[in-house]
């Protein structure tokens, strides 16, 4: 249990500094809300009636799984790239075998059209 005491008192200090900003930025923030600081805000511009309606195209949040899925992929690789002599041949058949079904994934968004920006 001493291993873990570290990562413990880690993890406590987080979740106090998390919460302790958020107590702190309600209690001391101000509190004058007005029209112009409820409203949208789009880099200096009008805000379009899509921002004002509140919604995003489906599109936008398929971009966003894609980037996450192929991001996970190189987080699952760069383990496997340290210990790939301990692993042998094991650990290659296996990361083949994780590449070639991301691989899939990645050919079929290409094929339905889902890394297209238009």
Known sequence: ????????VL??????????????STMIGPRRYNRAKLDSYECGIEPTPQALSGRFPVKYYITAMLFIVFDIEIIFLYPWALYLDAMAWFGLVEMVLFIATVFVAYAYVW????????
């Open 11 to 24: 993890a406590a200090l987080a979740a106090l500094f998390a919460v302790g900003s958020v107590a702190m």
């Open 1 to 8: 249990m001493e291993l873990y005491t570290p990562v413990l």
């Open 111 to 118: 094929r339905r059209g889902g890394l297209d920006w238009d």
